[in-house]
């Protein structure tokens, strides 16, 4: 059975890229690569423009899988996994005849290629009139990944084009669709905290709000923890939106916070940046007139670097600086590290589960205000601190233990990478 | 170039003959049922070619029409039509209810009107 109908590229082998998943057949492979076939383009749009929305259509999806998407402009056409071409009445050679304007606008094939109706008036995203190529897109490249209609409220997958909706995103029933075809977004971060500002609440009155940021590479999300999903749109390069760190994740960021101080400090190889909250970017100097960055030996004495990662704790006023398998406490009010310190991280956080214990090389220690408790991450796992919540409720708990691992992706939910081709949409 | 030829390019907009031809009557509604899955396609399967009978269709009618949160009337009334006239994707939103008992996984082949050959 053919799986292609572009003849331009006849003879085209059946896919060999599947796999069965049980929900049906599945793409294999974890980058896939796509075209707009150059024949077959649209009259209607600019072909640049077409691409544009192409790419962000699969970038729309590979921020909620672990599927990457790039465009494939160069190689052999019988390479490419998923082809892209409009056509009218009978067209591509496909076997199914569009019907002109009205009613049927594209249709597509699973693990194959796309046919859009060229007889239909498709519009850029930003435009009210005719269809949303946008839409159309998301809808199609979702069944080529295997999924099929839906009549749910709110998803893409419905069959018919609803005009005018209000943003039009991925929603969680669609995620959870297309994440049991392909499993659920993993890995290690190199930096996770929240980032707590100062804002005008209601009736002018002064109120606090935090952001959760994760960091991986060069890219970072803003998490938002109300909506159990990252920002749409995430993720961004760290310079869009960081101004005066380096291009690279920092191993660490803490705010030192306290009725008299309010400074927010990322660390990198081994030096330390100042954060400037307000002005949104890093300090020029310190107060005494010295540059940033700053060697992390000068600002913290007694700390060695380059470091894992770092959390403030605010109630003992102590950074705790993690770095292999060791942990310092640095007092902030002395600027130094406390005489007890260092110490073996399975010390001072011990496990409460036998053998359960990340021991050394933490990626992330992470304060959730959402959660209200320290999390140790690495790899693809998390250990949440006992608080002193936990204590009351079970006085048998060591305190700083670390509870039994538990995957990332099962309490923060689809942080996926996406091809460093569309990083910058 | 797409190919014109008024000086307004008048003539690139679809030619009348390329508008889809509007469901309005009880045949092209069943071919629509057909080509999106509610039903059968005819010859698929054993499935006699003449027209299903009037049951299965009023059946197929239904379940659309409940898909589509409309009256689930069996009746080709103007909701009814109205709905299959909309724009969609050429997809079908279902595998017909097989005469047999055994579920179909989502089509192989979404595209119908390609008889595909079944394991």
Redesign the interface.
């Known amino acids: 059975r053919p799986r292609r109908f572009l003849p331009l590229l006849a003879g085209t082998p059946v896919h060999q890229a599947a796999s069965s998943s049980g929900q049906g057949r599945v793409f294999a492979k974890r980058t896939l690569s796509w075209r707009l076939v150059g024949e077959a383009a649209s009259g209607q749009l600019a072909e640049a423009e077409q691409r544009r929305v192409f790419r962000l259509a699969f970038r729309m999806w590979s921020e909620v899988v672990p599927l990457d998407f790039r465009e494939d402009l160069a190689g052999p056409a019988a390479d490419v996994d998923i082809r892209l071409g409009f056509g009218r009445g009978r067209h591509l050679g496909c076997p199914r005849v569009f019907d002109g304007s009205g009613q049927e606008f594209a249709h597509a094939w699973r693990l194959g290629d796309i046919h859009f109706d060229e007889d239909e008036h498709f519009s850029p995203p930003n435009s009210d009139a005719g269809i949303s190529l946008l839409k159309v897109a998301v809808h199609e490249i979702g069944h080529v990944l295997g999924l099929p209609h839906s009549y749910r409220p709110g998803s893409v997958m419905r069959p018919n084009y609803t005009p005018r909706e209000p943003a039009f995103e991925l929603d969680w029933a669609d995620r959870k669709d297309i994440q049991k075809l392909y499993g659920s977004c993993e890995g290690a971060f190199d930096t996770a905290f929240d980032w707590v500002r100062r804002e005008r609440g209601g009736r002018g009155r002064p109120a606090l709000r935090f952001s959760t940021y994760f960091f991986r590479r060069g890219w970072y999300w803003l998490y938002e923890n109300r909506n159990n999903r990252t920002r749409y749109g995430d993720p961004l390069p760290i310079p869009a939106g960081w101004h005066g760190l380096p291009a690279l994740s920092p191993d660490a960021f803490v705010h030192v916070w306290t009725p008299g101080r309010d400074e927010r400090y990322f660390f990198k190889g081994n030096q330390y940046w100042k954060y400037d909250s307000d002005k949104d970017q890093t300090h020029k100097e310190d107060e005494r007139g010295r540059r940033y960055p700053r060697p992390i030996s000068e600002g913290f004495p007694g700390i060695p670097s380059p470091l894992d990662t770092a959390f403030y704790e605010r109630r003992e006023r102590l950074i705790y600086f993690f770095k292999e398998s060791l942990v310092f406490a640095f007092d902030v009010n002395r600027n130094r590290v406390l005489h007890s310190y260092p110490k073996k991280i399975t010390e001072a956080f011990p496990e409460v589960q036998p053998g359960d214990h990340p021991a050394r090389s933490i990626d992330s220690a992470y304060f959730s205000y959402a959660h209200k408790a320290v999390f140790l991450l690495k790899g693809s796992a998390y250990w949440r601190v006992v608080s002193e919540a936990d204590r009351r409720q079970r006085p048998w708990l060591p305190p700083n233990g670390l509870l039994p691992r538990r995957p990332i992706s099962d309490r923060w939910f689809d942080v996926c990478d996406v091809h460093a081709s569309t990083l910058s949409m | 170039?797409?190919l014109f030829h008024s000086r307004d390019r008048s003539d690139?907009e679809?030619a009348p003959?390329?508008?889809?031809?509007?469901?309005t009557d009880h045949h092209a509604a069943q071919r629509f049922l057909s080509k999106?899955g509610w039903t059968e396609a005819p010859g698929a399967r054993g499935v006699s070619p003449e027209e299903p009978p009037a049951a299965t269709l009023a059946e197929a009618v239904r379940r659309f029409q409940e898909?589509?949160a409309l009256h689930p009337s069996g009746e080709l009334d103007a909701p009814t039509l109205a709905?299959m006239?909309?724009?969609?994707?050429?997809?079908?939103?279902?595998q017909p209810l097989p005469r047999t008992a055994v579920s179909d996984?989502?089509?192989?082949?979404?595209?119908?009107?390609?008889s595909?050959?079944r394991a």
């Not at chain 2, 003959?17 to 469901?23: L, S």
């Not at chain 2, 006239?85 to 279902?94: A, I, K, L």
Request: aromatic share 2%; charged share 20%.
């Open positions: 170039e797409t690139l679809p003959q390329r508008r889809a031809k509007p469901i999106y898909a589509n709905a006239n909309r724009p969609r994707c050429g997809v079908p939103d279902m996984p989502l089509p192989r082949n979404p595209l119908p009107g390609v595909v050959p």
